[in-house]
C-alpha cells in the first residue's frame, strides 16, 4: 500500500516472473514423469501409475500454491499471511483428491485406485520436491540483498 500504482503500461508479471514460472512447471513436469516412470516400473499397474502422477501432481500444486505467495520471502513467513482463503481451499483440495482416491464411486469414475501409503508418499514427495527447490532459490535471493 506504501508503493505508487504500476503503470498502465507495465505487464502484471515481470520478465524474471514469467521465467521463474516456466521453470517452475518444467521442475514440477521432470517430478511427474519421474513418478510415471517410477510408478510403473515398480508396480506395473496402470490404475496405480495414474493415481500416483494425480497424487503428485496435486500435491506439487498445493505447495506451489504456497511457494508463490511471495517471489522472496518463505513459505514459513507467507503461511503467517492473513488469507484464510488459501488455506480452506488447500483443504478442500485435499478432501477432494482424498475423495477422488479412496471413495470407490468416484475412483472408478476416474479410473484411480486406492494407493497404500508408501506409494501415497513416494508420490506425495515427489510433488513436494518438485517445487521446494524454489524456497531454497528464494534463501539465495534474500542472502544475496543482504550482502
Known amino acids: 500500500m506504501i508503493q505508487k500504482p504500476r503503470p498502465f503500461s507495465t ?7 514469467l521465467s521463474l514460472s516456466v521453470v517452475q512447471g518444467l521442475a514440477i ?3 511427474t514423469l519421474f513418478i510415471y516412470q517410477f510408478a510403473f516400473q515398480n508396480y506395473s499397474s496402470e490404475l496405480i501409475t495414474r493415481t500416483m ?4 501432481l496435486i500435491t506439487a500444486n498445493v505447495f506451489l500454491t504456497l ?3 511471495s517471489f522472496y520471502y518463505s513459505i514459513v513467513t507467507t503461511i503467517r499471511y492473513k488469507n484464510d482463503l488459501v488455506l ?4 478442500v483440495t485435499i478432501v477432494l483428491t482424498a ?4 471413495y470407490p464411486p ?3 469414475f476416474f479410473n484411480f485406485t486406492s494407493l497404500t501409503l508408501s506409494q501415497l ?6 510433488g513436494f520436491i518438485s517445487v521446494i527447490w524454489f524456497e531454497v532459490y528464494k534463501m539465495y535471493k534474500r542472502r544475496e540483498t543482504i550482502r
Open 106 to 108: 468416484l475412483s472408478g
Open 121 to 126: 508418499a513416494v508420490a506425495s514427495l515427489t
Open 88 to 91: 480452506g481451499i488447500i483443504g
Open 67 to 69: 511457494a508463490n505467495r
Open 99 to 102: 475423495t477422488f482416491i479412496y
Open 11 to 17: 505487464t502484471f508479471f515481470s520478465t524474471q516472473e
Open 53 to 56: 502422477v494425480f497424487t503428485s
Open 29 to 31: 513436469t521432470l517430478g
